[in-house]
């Protein structure tokens, strides 16, 4: 473990304040969970990400919906990939700041045009349709539909159900 030589005090109610540089350099954005752990004397936090609980379950889906659609998947949670049937040297990659943006604001894009999104220090530039994972109070990532040619337009309802699905299975409380 790494000192960082920042000394807080703990106040009435509990509470801890992050210094900004530390949650700047581990990418700890207001309003997210993180995973407290105890180890001995020590309490260790973790950036939580309800996803990769579940990454099982949801590359189960995909695989499935990959196969009998033959659509090209990524997946997201808010800062990784966490599923590719594409590029599976992008999952644990980093996103794209474009991406983050989306799950900040909620947003997809739903156009057939090209685009280009850069994953694992590689771009990629093609044809997205990209759909929020929203639970009922946050954005959890994000599906990503590739591909180098058009999408089918009609495949954007698919795409909101395996948003959706995937929100179903990951069971937000």
């Known amino acids: 473990m790494k000192s960082t030589g920042v000394i807080r005090r703990i106040d009435e109610l509990g509470r801890i304040v992050l ?3 530390i949650r700047r350099n581990l990418g700890i954005r207001e309003g ?11 309490v ?3 950036k939580y990400s309800k996803i990769k609980d579940y990454k099982e379950t949801i590359n189960s889906i995909c695989e499935l ?4 659609y033959h659509f090209k998947l990524i997946v997201t949670d808010r800062d990784r990939v966490v599923y590719s049937n594409i590029y599976k040297d992008i999952v644990g990659s ?8 989306f799950i900040h604001n909620r947003e997809n894009i739903l156009k057939n045009q090209i685009q280009t999104y850069n994953f694992n ?3 990629k530039t093609g044809y997205f349709f990209i759909q929020p994972i929203i639970s009922s109070t946050d954005c959890l990532g994000l599906i990503i539909l590739y591909d180098e040619s058009p999408i089918n337009e009609e495949n954007i309802n698919l795409l909101k159900f395996l948003s959706n699905l995937i929100v179903s299975k990951v069971d937000i409380s």
Do not use: A, Q, W
């Open 121 to 123: 220090g590689e771009e």
């Open 19 to 21: 210094p900004k540089e």
């Open 65 to 68: 919906v990959s196969l009998v």
């Open 44 to 46: 260790i936090l973790k």
């Open 32 to 42: 997210e969970n993180l995973e407290i752990f105890v180890e001995d004397d020590r």
């Open 94 to 101: 980093d996103l794209d700041n474009k991406l983050i943006n």
